[in-house]
């Protein structure tokens, strides 16, 4: 396991609520996130983890208490944020290239139409999608991509606009499980090399075990955070889900969680 | 549409140029072409989005709003144009800040699309005028433009090109990824308004070209066909406002030596063609349906 690195805190959350008008979704949080950390946020279903990205994107403002996202109030179009939102299925006919999916992570958000520069930031383009491997089908439209070469490309798209940080709502759910070990490990990689902040939405944490720095909690109306070992216990977990989860050990010292399966099998909003 | 009767019958030969000199010999014609053209391209430009955004069904609906505030606006004495525009930018206004939500509500939208014809029915009669304005406001009275409509026709033309130019990126990046392109600071409920009003003066249009009923031939029929043989989207929007444009003109050309009516050929073109894209791109699929089973392999 990686020690936990000791970068200055990019997210500062002090005492922090979040709630939909009149629903509180969870209150009194108080956390840090160092620089280049790899966070695993789990929790139930409905616990607010979205809403979590969604405060730190600054799509929703704090029911109360502060939050610092790298260095500033969090507000929308902070182009050090990275996104990857939680996927339906895209369109089997819709007749887009993954190519120009990642191309709207650079200029997507500008007016008009592309002229000049194009070049560079097709440049940009290659490579991101060669960070993350897909440069063989890239060319062919996203719909008819199988779940983990999308979740390559979506994940090219929110690295091409060079961010510092990087939030995925989910971008495990519904690839095999030898697809979701390879794409934590890619995430895993390309934190490393960029040092780039990750908060990852996860289900299942047995992937992400080997990767992680910490683990970020969201259940009972609050959040938590620690380091795996201490938050990974049968008794935490149990308590957590209200639901009876073990944590087993094999003979290498491996973790393995068992029973958040079936927990977890609905995807919540 | 003019007695030719009363001159020598056109006739259509292979002499190019002086086919080409018959057909415009008419200032009804010349200017028929001018106006299909620039509401072809604008219908073109924007039916890409609307297919891509899944509202064909809406704007069908629009269409077929404006024809209540058409008929509704000869009952008040005013111009037809002048009720379309108001009618249907109001309905693409609401339409547009319901946004995602409009996907899969068929039934709402049909019964205000019936609604509204039920309507027109009511100013029709009220007016008391002949049917023969009903029926140019359902099918097109393209070979009734005057050049003033021309003119018009021509600003609000270039308006709606020029304002889809201006908010292309974050619009296509607003239809394709909601979520990210909130995220990225674009305005996509804004911009989810602005397109349904951009979409209903394209469509106020289009009324004049093929009438309410057939809009989709113009806006719809050349995106749908675009989009089965191109997956870049600059591309798809060129080649929509291209198939528009040739679907107008050949009925136009048509229409001028057959005496059926213009919006028969339009729409039998754009069928024709979509009917066409369908066989060639089923075929295209397969194969790259083969080539893709045959890399997973």
Do not use: C
Not at chain 1, 226 to 238: F, H, M, N, R
Not at chain 1, 254 to 260: A, E, I
Not at chain 2, 179 to 208: N, T
Not at chain 2, 221 to 237: D, L
């Amino acid at each position: 396991m990686p020690p936990p690195p000791a970068g200055s805190p990019v997210i500062v959350a002090d005492r922090l609520a979040a709630a939909y008008g009149n629903r509180l979704i969870w209150q009194d949080a108080s956390f840090t996130v160092a620089a280049g950390e790899f966070v695993a946020v789990l929790g139930p279903n409905g616990s607010g983890k979205s809403t979590l990205l969604r405060l730190l994107l600054g799509l929703l403002v704090p029911a109360a208490g502060s939050l610092q996202v790298l260095g500033k109030r969090p507000h929308a179009g902070n182009a050090d944020i990275g996104y990857v939102p939680q996927r339906r299925n895209i369109d089997r006919d819709l007749p887009v290239r993954g190519r120009d999916f990642v191309h709207l992570g650079i200029d997507g958000s500008r007016w008009g139409v592309a002229v000049g520069n194009t070049a560079s930031n097709n440049q940009r383009v290659d490579e991101a999608i060669t960070t993350v491997e897909a440069l063989a089908y890239a060319d062919r439209p996203i719909g008819r991509l199988s779940g983990g070469e999308q979740q390559r490309l979506l994940l090219a798209q929110a690295l091409a606009g060079r961010p510092r940080m990087l939030l995925l709502d989910e971008p495990l759910a519904s690839l095999d499980l030898r697809n979701q070990v390879v794409i934590a490990e890619l995430v895993a990689e390309l934190a490393r090399a960029s040092h780039l902040t990750v908060l990852l939405i996860a289900h299942d944490i047995n992937p992400l075990l080997p990767i992680v720095d910490r683990v970020l909690y969201v259940a009972h109306g609050g959040v938590a955070i620690g380091k795996p070992a201490e938050v990974i216990t049968t008794e935490q977990l149990s308590r957590l889900y209200s639901a009876p989860i073990e944590v087993l050990h094999d003979s290498h010292g491996h973790m393995f969680v068992v029973g958040l399966e079936a927990e977890s099998a609905h995807h919540d909003a | 549409m003019p007695d030719l009767s009363l001159t020598a019958a056109p006739y259509f030969g292979w002499d190019v140029v002086r086919d080409l000199q018959e057909l415009f010999r008419y200032p009804f014609m010349q200017h028929a072409f001018e106006a299909g053209t620039i509401v072809a391209l604008s219908a073109g430009v924007i039916g890409y989005f609307v297919v891509l955004r899944g509202l064909s069904f809406a704007a069908h609906a629009l269409s077929h709003i404006g024809f209540a505030g058409a008929t509704g606006a000869v009952v008040l004495g005013a111009t037809p144009i002048v009720g379309l525009l108001v009618f249907t930018m109001s309905a693409g206004a609401v339409m547009g800040a319901l946004g995602q939500r409009l996907r899969g509500r068929d039934v709402t939208i049909g019964l205000v699309m019936a609604w509204s014809l039920g309507l027109g029915l009511l100013f029709t009669y009220l007016y008391q005028g002949s049917a023969q304005l009903a029926i140019g406001i359902l099918f097109g009275q393209i070979f009734g433009i005057t050049s003033q409509d021309v003119a018009v026709t021509f600003v609000a033309g270039s308006v709606t090109v020029l304002l889809v130019v201006a908010v292309y990126r974050p619009l296509l990046f607003a239809t394709l990824d909601e979520e990210v392109a909130e995220a990225k600071g674009v305005p996509v409920r804004s911009l989810s308004i602005a397109f349904m009003v951009i979409l209903a003066v394209a469509v106020s249009e289009a009324v004049q070209v093929v009438g309410v009923l057939l809009i989709f031939a113009l806006i719809v029929a050349p995106a749908a066909i675009a989009e089965r043989f191109t997956t870049r989207p600059s591309r798809g929007v060129v080649l929509a406002a291209i198939l528009a444009v040739l679907f107008t003109w050949a009925g136009l050309t048509v229409a001028y030596y057959i005496p059926y009516p213009v919006g028969f050929f339009i729409t039998s073109f754009a069928f024709g063609a979509y009917l066409l894209a369908r066989l060639l791109s089923h075929g295209l699929g397969r194969r790259t349906g083969q080539t893709a089973a045959a890399n997973a392999a």
